[in-house]
Antibody, heavy 122, light 106 residues
């Protein structure tokens, strides 16, 4: 059974950092990239970043580029999202989701975690 | 960035109704369109990928069509559990982008 579990969310002041984790199980982790998608209060879904299955490709939304970094440990089936210089507008529920990668392209999210809330407030 | 314009933003419907949601991309996306269902407080659910392919376990009443820049999600015979917000997403070009969402309400 495919299982994705996010952790690390919490309340943090503007300008500070937070590190989210996504733990995966129930599938061949090395065949899948991981997306992060967020939903701010009262807003729609916003794609944040993707790391490919082997970690060689990483993409970011313009809104987080230069502040967020993503990494993965294929020996532990985990992905980490390091969020630096956090802003009030980064407040959201953050979801990780897997995406099959075929060596040329990673595809759509097809299984999601339950999300972890992040609040950036002074 | 590719803009995804989704309409309507909300629709009122009854059980048994047919509901159609449209998404227009600002440029071609090679049919790399996905649709998702989202209910408050729970994980989004993937419904459709590659414009018209249904994810495993998704009921037959959900279908996707489209080409070029115009895409549609149709729910045939709406069920009580289908009241939710629906999003399209293009995954052709980074940054990936979602439509603004369509809330299907009773």
């Amino acid at each position: 059974q495919v299982h994705l579990v996010e952790s690390g969310g919490g309340v943090v002041q503007p300008g500070r950092s937070l590190r989210l984790s996504c733990a995966a199980s129930g599938f061949t982790f090395t065949a899948y990239g991981i997306h992060w998608v967020r939903q701010a209060p009262g807003k729609g879904l916003e794609w944040v970043t993707l790391i490919s299955n082997d970690g060689s490709n990483k993409y970011f939304a313009d809104s987080v580029k230069g502040r967020f970094t993503i990494s993965r440990d294929n020996s532990k089936n985990t992905v980490s999202l390091q969020m630096d210089s956090l802003r009030v507008e980064d407040t959201a529920v953050y979801y990780c989701a897997r995406a099959y990668c075929d060596g040329r392209k990673c595809f759509e999210p097809n299984a999601w975690g339950q999300g972890t809330p992040v609040t950036v407030s002074s | 960035d590719i803009q995804m314009t989704q309409s309507p933003s909300s629709v009122f419907a009854s059980v048994g109704d047919r509901v159609t949601i449209t998404c227009r991309a600002s440029q071609g996306v090679n049919n790399f369109i996905a649709w998702f269902q989202h209910k408050p407080g729970i994980a989004p659910k993937s419904l459709i990928f590659a414009t018209s392919k249904v994810q495993n376990g998704v009921p037959w009443r959900f279908s996707g069509t489209g080409s070029g820049t115009n895409f549609t999600l149709t729910i045939t015979s709406l069920q009580p559990e289908d009241f939710a917000t629906y999003y399209c997403q293009q995954y052709d070009t980074y940054p990936l982008t979602f439509g603004g969402g369509t809330k299907v309400e009773i």
